[in-house]
């Protein structure tokens, strides 16, 4: 079981517990305890696999790492199982709808007999959720929103969990199999869309049969489906879907290819071969006068033989990339190593996990030429958020701090609440300090369209707002996007040179590949940011760079890859335009 799975158990049992009546201390140690495993860095398998003790993390007394023991090892709960069952069915399918917390539930349960999401979706289509007291017509509209999301996200999983997935297969697989010499994965996760269908492997191996076979034991497999002498196919226990492919080395390029599609791109590149007497598949390209196959050990020479160039996987989504390649138009995409600096990332002052200078350590580490420190404004009551006092101690802090790591620069920053007006926290002087100024929305997310369009342009409009932090404020398979005119946000920005974020976090992946294409089309600065909340989040930034590939960008369009001189510029000419 990862993290995130075990984390879920302790936050039903909380809400189970709250419900069955239980003391304060004991929903808030469960409560706790699932949020100290959710952000845990380290998976606790690997923790207990490497002989350390569970107690030593925050809120994890005896019982609770007990529990965790028996659910890594058995991946039930016995406790968590006969506590279930001591409510009604449907009851936890529905408190998995974000923003159903368990009370309304269990009313929903109770009052209208509704024991499945898709009772529920029924019932408030049929105006019965609305006239619950203490309900009404914008939570029904709520709950409706998240459970279509919840819908959608039963058929495909968020890109960080299929990430995750499939790492851990890999991993396993090559310590089961020291023959295997290649092993990647294909299809939509190496594209990187948001959201995928089933995981893709492709791999080389001297004993390709032991191969297949590894993959159909792992400890994780809920179903077989395929199991043959190059092909295997899996199910986890999590519901997602494994298809592994075997090949011999003169051909990995070709499959690989294919594999990675997308299926709209292949298609294109049929068509482009069938016109030069060739026909593209699986095993590599096909004279077809002659009926002769030739192989490809990698890709690049598959696409050469085409008289094309190795296409990024990110830019194949079968749109007009091919007509790029044609016209020698594809963009030299911004790669990780184009990045200089990350200006959104929080310490252990606001809601990070780290001190200051861990972050900075890390971040010099990585060989950026400046970071700005962004932590929560004091609107953010639950984040722990600065207040005007504390910020410009921080401030302080940070002046001493520049240039000791390796002489990167310090940039003092914050990040915002963007309030319900469009005004956001910090008076001018303590704004007047701040380097860069990330201001994001984390309230008040329920506003129409119109409102919060203006809400946000307004913000653009303040001369001290340096970037527009996590734009829809998504959760991947979470929490849907609000709604905003994304168009007229995009121009605005444009306008007044205010940056627009691509934030890395797996969970977020926002702005979006479609906004980051437009606002590449309308030149609006981006900027990629991890929004980092500990030390091994710094790593996300290859996340938001891909998304910026899928945006067809280039270093130039990406505001943080510009050296610092260059940079600060760009920081210090929206203010010096516009601040009083
Ligand atoms: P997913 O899994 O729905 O997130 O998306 P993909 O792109 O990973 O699709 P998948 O797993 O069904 O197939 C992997 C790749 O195999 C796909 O990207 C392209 C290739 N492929 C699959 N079916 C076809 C097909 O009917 N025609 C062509 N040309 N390629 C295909
Ligand atoms: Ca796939
Ligand atoms: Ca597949
Ligand atoms: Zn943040």
Redesign the pocket.
Known sequence: MNNAQIAEVFDKISSLSQLKGESVFVIRAYQRAAHTIERSPVELEQYVGEGKDLKELDGIGDAIAKKIRELLDTGHLEFYETLKAEFPPGLLEIMDIPGVGPKTALRLVDELGVTTVDDLEQAIEDGKVEKMPRLGKKAADNILRHLRTLRTKDR?MPIGQ?SYTARSIMDDLRRRCPTIQKLEY??????F?E??????LVCTAADPQSVIDALASLPDVAEVLGHGSTKGSIVTRDGV?V?LRVVEEESFGALLQ??????Q???L??DYANRMGLS?N?YGITTIATGDTETFADEGSFYARLGLPHFPPEL?QGTSELDAARRKALPSLVTLEDVKGDLHVHTDWSDGTAPVEAMLAAAAERGYEYIAITDHSSGRGIANGLSDERMLRQVQLLRTLDGQFNGMKVLTGSEVDIRADGSIDYPEEVLKELDVVVASIHSGMGQDRDKMTERIIKAIHNPYVTAIGHLTTRLLGQRPPIEVDVEAILQAAKETGTAMEINSSLERLDLKDTHVFRARELGVPLVINTDAHAVESLENTRYGVAVARRGWCEPQHIVNTRPLKEFLEFIRKKRLAHAP
Do not use: F, M, P, W
């Open positions: 495909r299929a294909a299809g939509s996760l190496r594209r869309e959201t995928i269908g089933d995981i893709d879907q298809d294919y594999l990675t599609g997308s299926k791109h292949n298609i590149l049929r593209v699986e194949r």
